[in-house]
């Protein structure tokens, strides 16, 4: 399922205009953004949490010369399914 069809299957449900579910999404991943970039997470009960992890700096290798690369430390988002997902996958 991809953004487009996601909002049309949100607008069918809630009853609602695609243009409005198209705020609602956007709207939701904003805000989970935001809160991301400031360092804390979010938890939606039944759903999952995400969350920002740091990854440490490390020694890649370039595979087109094979030459060792230093890799910066970086920031990455991460999502961690919660009860009620993993149970109604299973």
Known sequence: MNKTELIEHIATQADISKAAATRA???????????????????????????????????????RTGAQIKIKSAKVPKFRPGKGLKDHLN
């Not at 970039?37 to 969350?51: C, D, E, L, P, Q």
């Open 25 to 63: 999404l956007e709207a939701m991943i904003g805000g989970v953004k935001a809160s991301l970039k400031k360092g804390g997470s979010v938890s939606i009960s039944g759903f999952g949490t995400f969350a920002v992890t740091k990854r440490a700096a490390r020694t890649g290798r370039n595979p």
